[in-house]
């Protein structure tokens, strides 16, 4: 499995929209930025969210170790057939007790794939209704994640259609589910619940309270303290002076709460934290400020990110360049800068984030 540290790269060279790279020019850089950093520090995450890739669904935190896992691993083994064989009918009985047990909910779901690498063997069930994973070699569970329908939802269990319904009221939405998602396992254990416009609400199992979301606004209802922050990060991007967002989306995964402020027609875009007004990400395209090669970096966003941010990079290194789309800036026991660019040959920033 990858260390902390690959992981950590992993996800900066992901945040580049613009790049594509081939898995060996990943691993190159991987190798590169670790001989020239030496060991990375430890930072705050993001919960990863594992796409239920057949529907476009999202879920908290699902099988965040094989997420990872995924690029750096060798082809897996993988397995579809009408004829099962032993292994397959033990697995696909193991996954199906799993499920049932683990959510109390007495549903059978169409087991058909395995996956097996070192660290996991992966079960799952047809167009992505159910996963399970055990330790390698073995039917011990390490996770159950499943899909039921509201009205499958046994009768304990509708407090926590309440608590989602009730966080979704706050955002002056009132919602009826279809669908829900449970998920058990790697010390994380809840119910989570999905509407159009990639909204979510995941609401802890134990204590019944909402652990993460992500609710779309009015921008009228949006903390008005929130959206003058947004305008003056953006004033300092860009020299300019009226900005309006017609999408505002207040997000919660890991630690403080934030608005994702829009307007994408002017494609332009800031992220505040709803709590301490901290700047963590603006978006907007100018030709005002441009970096043509590595040792421009610091010196280009220094001011920047002082104005912006509120933060000081000195003693910061610069990685990256026109393979990655851009530049992350790095101090140990500092937070992290990302530096996306618009146009590679032009050298002019889009977006500066500051990771959490």
Not at 65 to 70: N, V
Not at 133 to 160: D, H, M, W
Not at 192 to 213: I, M, R
Not at 237 to 263: C, P, V, Y
């Amino acid at each position: 499995m990858p260390s902390q540290d690959e992981q950590i790269i992993l996800e900066e060279l992901n945040q580049f929209p613009q790049q594509s790279l081939s898995r060996e020019r990943s691993q190159a850089i991987l190798e590169g930025v670790r001989k020239e950093g030496g060991r990375l520090q430890k930072v705050n995450k993001r919960k990863a969210y594992y796409g239920w890739m057949a529907k476009g669904l999202i879920t908290c935190g699902l099988l965040l170790g094989f997420f990872w896992l995924k690029p750096f691993a060798v082809p897996a083994e993988t397995t579809s057939q009408a004829a099962l064989t032993p292994e397959e009918q033990t697995y696909f009985a193991a996954a199906q007790k799993a499920v049932q047990a683990a959510s109390g909910i007495q549903k059978t779901f169409p087991f058909d794939e395995i996956e097996k690498d070192a660290e996991y063997t992966i079960v799952r069930a047809k167009d992505y209704q159910a996963i399970v994973t055990f330790k390698p070699g073995t039917t011990e569970v390490r996770s159950v994640a499943a899909e039921f329908a509201t009205n499958e939802l046994i009768p304990p269990y509708q407090k926590y259609v309440e608590t989602a319904q009730n966080a979704f009221k706050e955002a002056s939405q009132q919602v009826a589910f279809q669908k829900s998602w449970f998920f058990k396992g790697m010390g994380e254990h809840y119910f989570s619940f999905e509407l159009a416009g990639n909204q979510h609400v995941q609401v802890d199992f134990a204590t019944n309270k909402v652990a993460g979301f992500a609710l779309n606004y009015n921008p009228k209802d949006v903390d008005q303290k929130a959206i003058s922050i947004a305008q003056t990060a953006l004033t300092r991007l860009s020299h300019e002076k009226q900005f309006a967002f017609t999408e505002a989306k207040k997000r919660k995964e890991t630690g403080e709460a934030t608005w994702q402020l829009d307007n994408k027609q002017a494609n332009y875009a800031v992220t505040v934290g709803a709590t301490t007004g901290q700047v963590y990400k603006v978006d907007y395209v100018t030709d005002m400020y441009k970096i043509k090669a590595l040792d421009e970096v610091i010196p280009v966003t220094k001011p920047l990110i002082q104005d912006i941010f509120g933060m000081d990079i000195s003693g910061y290194t610069a990685h990256g360049g026109k393979d990655w789309g851009g530049y992350v800036l790095r101090s140990p026991g500092k937070p992290s800068f990302s530096i996306h660019l618009y146009n590679l040959d032009v050298g002019n920033i889009y977006s500066i984030r500051m990771e959490k």
